[in-house]
């Protein structure tokens, strides 16, 4: 009986999957949007959101908490200067899992994980060079 068993196992060591979820709430943090698969998703949003309500604390324990976790200084700072004024509005629901299509290898549910309001300066900046390119052309 699975009665109050807790978290996915991936077929992998505790060291391996600890690794393999930090990585990913790193990658999550730092681009704000990756595409895995469903599982792996759905096990990421748990780590990345409590995260994220460290962040929104804003306390030195939190922050040690949060180092403690992610041992990456970047994604830990982007997580108390960015993050605390994005959601200080919003209690908790700060990712977003869309599903979008099986892996052609092994059949594997694939979705993207993204943070919910992420910025979007990246589509601006293609945007702009796009412009800047026909303007070229014209003249």
């Given at each position: 009986?699975?009665?109050?068993?807790?978290?996915?196992?991936?077929?992998?060591?505790?060291?391996?999957?600890?690794?393999l979820?930090?990585?990913?709430?790193?990658?999550?943090?730092?681009?704000?949007?990756?595409?895995?698969?469903?599982?792996?998703?759905?096990?990421?949003?748990?780590?990345?959101?409590?995260?994220?309500?460290?962040?929104?604390?804003?306390?030195?324990?939190?922050?040690?908490r949060?180092?403690?976790?992610?041992r990456?200084e970047?994604?830990?700072?982007?997580?108390?200067?960015?993050?605390?004024?994005?959601?200080?509005?919003?209690?908790?629901?700060?990712t977003?899992?869309?599903?979008?299509?099986?892996?052609?290898?092994?059949?594997?549910?694939?979705?993207f994980?993204e943070l919910?309001?992420?910025?979007?300066?990246?589509?601006?900046?293609?945007?702009?060079?796009?412009e800047?390119?026909?303007?070229?052309?014209?003249?």
């Amino acid at each position: 009986m699975r009665h109050n068993v807790d978290g996915r196992k991936f077929r992998r060591t505790p060291s391996h999957r600890k690794a393999l979820l930090k990585n990913l709430a790193i990658s999550l943090i730092l681009n704000e949007r990756i595409e895995t698969t469903l599982a792996k998703a759905k096990e990421l949003r748990r780590i990345v959101e409590r995260m994220i309500t460290l962040g929104k604390k804003g306390d030195i324990a939190s922050r040690r908490r949060a180092f403690a976790v992610l041992r990456h200084e970047p994604s830990v700072a982007k997580l108390f200067t960015v993050f605390p004024d994005r959601y200080k509005t919003r209690n908790g629901g700060y990712t977003r899992i869309i599903k979008f299509r099986k892996r052609m290898g092994d059949g594997a549910d694939l979705a993207f994980i993204e943070l919910v309001d992420r910025a979007v300066k990246e589509k601006k900046k293609k945007e702009k060079k796009k412009e800047a390119s026909k303007k070229e052309e014209k003249s």
